[in-house]
């Protein structure tokens, strides 16, 4: 608003009518002043509500978009439990098929071997017993009545009769080995014939389960790939894998009180004494050492050793198996107690071949190389801990 003011007017001209009206003056353009700045509040005021609402909006609905995240990963790797220990149980079916084969070509090979033999004494027995009977033939002028009967030369006839008993007595003990070359040969034949059916049936049974293997693997790879696609930033990462090595310590804490309480460690002495002694549980680089940084502050506990998957996974030393499960992080895992408060463990494996309570000894396969539990690329993470504590398997293992 604009004052239209003359200041030749004679009025304004006047000193005391000019003091008041510019104290007028000053108050009116104060009043507008006042009344400017609150409406510029006022307009501060709402936008900046406004910005606080949008903030407020964004952050519910990053809240939600986490919330959804999390759930989502949640869902994920229980289906990722899932598809390991379905890669792990047919894993382990498939390598029982396959120790079957092995056995069942093994006694098909020494059945078709005493078969061979069988065959072979058979013949032999025949040629003798035709040599048997010729001989018997060729002497068949002979009565043997006769013989008896013949008193003109006993010593002659003695002879011959004792001859004839002779040759009588070897053609029963060549007939009764004959027969019972024919029924050893009649026994192995029909074991081999079995033998053979029952490899045809395993090897039908292994291609299938192979199949079944291969598709649970294809599954396994889609989920993790799934997986992968929820990115996760370096803090949410270290969380996680907190959460993870908080739990196997705690599970380790329990199985090792368990242990204790059950008398497990019972004969067996610890690895104290075997420093540099221990063979690696399966060969391969070693891609991660212990010690060496994981995520953050976060350090590895034990090394990764890369191998190819399938190969046999050994147990360092003797003892009884306290773990053989899932776990998440380190996907399949078994757990041997040593004795005197050492175990070893085994993690990220394809199949568990042994089970809680089993005794193994030093070298006996225990489980097979994989990549449960999220790993990218297969191998075997391996720790060894005394009295809960993680130490260098290098200081052990040669």
């Known amino acids: 608003m604009l004052l239209n003011v003359n200041i030749n007017n004679p009025i ?6 000019n003091a008041g009206y510019a104290f007028f003056i000053g ?7 006042l009344n400017a700045f609150a409406q510029a509040n006022t307009n501060n005021s709402a936008k900046t509500n406004q910005q606080l609402s949008d903030i407020q909006q964004a952050i519910n609905q990053q809240k939600l978009n986490l919330s959804s995240t999390n759930v989502k990963i949640s869902d994920l790797e229980q289906q990722l439990k899932t598809d390991d220990l379905a890669i792990g149980k047919i894993a382990k079916n498939l390598a029982n098929t396959s120790s079957k084969l092995a056995a069942t ?3 098909l090979g020494q059945l078709s071997t005493e078969k061979k033999q069988l065959e ?11 040599k048997q009977l010729r001989a018997a033939y060729s002497t068949g002028h002979h009565d043997y009545i006769k013989l008896i009967l013949n008193q003109e030369k006993p010593s002659s006839v003695q002879r011959t009769i004792t001859h004839y008993q002779y040759l009588n007595t070897a053609r029963i003990k060549e007939i009764e080995a004959f ?5 050893q040969l009649n026994d192995v034949t029909q074991q081999y014939q079995q033998q053979a059916e029952q490899l045809t049936q395993l090897t039908q049974t292994q291609s299938q389960q192979k199949q079944i293997l291969e598709l649970s693997k294809t599954k396994q790879k889609q989920t993790l790939a799934a997986l992968n696609k929820k990115a996760l930033t370096g803090q949410q990462k270290l969380a996680k894998l907190e959460r993870e090595e908080s739990a196997l310590v705690s599970l380790l804490k329990k199985m090792a009180a368990d242990a204790e309480k059950a008398k497990r460690a019972k004969n067996l002495v610890g690895l104290s004494k075997l420093k540099h002694k221990l063979s690696w549980p399966v060969k ?5 050492s212990f010690g060496s940084s994981k995520q953050g502050y976060l350090k590895w506990k034990g090394v990764f050793l890369s ?7 050994k147990t360092i030393h003797n003892g009884t198996i306290l773990f053989s499960d899932w776990l998440k992080g380190y996907g399949l895992v078994t757990v041997v107690d040593h004795g005197d408060g050492y175990m070893s463990l085994y993690g990220h494996n394809q ?3 042994k089970s809680v309570g089993d005794r193994v000894e030093a070298g006996e396969p225990i489980a097979l190389v994989g990549q449960s539990g999220g790993q990218t690329n297969s191998g075997l993470y391996f720790e060894i801990r005394h009295t809960g504590i993680a130490v260098n398997p290098k200081l052990w293992c040669k």
């Open 179 to 183: 027969k019972s070359t024919i029924t």
């Open 120 to 130: 072979l004494a058979k013949k032999q027995q025949e040629q003798i017993l035709a």
């Open 307 to 313: 191998a190819p998957i399938g190969r046999e996974v």
């Open 27 to 33: 108050l009116m353009l104060m009043c507008l002043s």
């Open 12 to 17: 304004l001209k006047h000193s005391r009518f």
């Open 105 to 107: 070509r093994e006694k």
């Open 351 to 353: 199949a568990l071949l």
């Open 284 to 288: 391969g680089r070693i891609n991660h």
